[in-house]
């Protein structure tokens, strides 16, 4: 499956956050994954095991986006869909970036990446 990641960014601060995800298939529990992290616990950074989860997570309404080409440009993208929900008459309540990027950046040349950008939206009041 491809990396998903969720970026919250405080502008104001110039700081931002991020968690990580792949996708499970549905054999996948919350037993597995916990029999998985004592196998493992030994081979990796007790600090970075302990941040791992297994949970569920859902967009909501959202305005989706998909970017092609260089990361670096995503920030032009992203205000292009500012722009576009509040002409729709939705405002975007947290800066919750929740990209889905869908090529190996590795093995791709960055004109050819794409990623899907999504940001939760609510009515505007």
Same mark, same amino acid.
Request: positive net charge.
């Given at each position: 499956m491809p990396m998903e990641?969720?970026?919250?960014?405080?502008?104001?601060k110039q700081e931002f956050? +991020?968690?990580?995800?792949?996708?499970?298939?549905?054999?996948?529990s919350t037993e597995l994954v916990a029999g998985a992290k004592v196998k493992v616990h030994t081979k990796v950074d007790a600090i970075q095991l302990e941040k791992?989860? +297994?949970?569920?997570?859902?967009?909501?309404?959202c305005v989706q986006y998909l970017h092609v080409g260089a990361y670096e440009?995503?920030?032009?993208a992203g205000k292009l869909m500012e722009d576009y929900v509040r002409l729709q008459g939705y405002t975007i309540p947290v800066y919750f970036s929740h990209d889905i990027y869908l090529n190996d950046v590795r093995k791709t040349k960055p004109e050819n990446l794409k990623?899907?950008?999504?940001y939760q939206v609510v009515k505007a009041s």
């Amino acid at each position: 499956m491809p990396m998903e990641v969720l970026w919250k960014v405080n502008r104001e601060k110039q700081e931002f956050k +991020f968690t990580m995800m792949l996708m499970q298939p549905e054999y996948i529990s919350t037993e597995l994954v916990a029999g998985a992290k004592v196998k493992v616990h030994t081979k990796v950074d007790a600090i970075q095991l302990e941040k791992v989860r +297994f949970e569920s997570y859902s967009d909501g309404v959202c305005v989706q986006y998909l970017h092609v080409g260089a990361y670096e440009k995503m920030n032009a993208a992203g205000k292009l869909m500012e722009d576009y929900v509040r002409l729709q008459g939705y405002t975007i309540p947290v800066y919750f970036s929740h990209d889905i990027y869908l090529n190996d950046v590795r093995k791709t040349k960055p004109e050819n990446l794409k990623s899907v950008m999504r940001y939760q939206v609510v009515k505007a009041s």
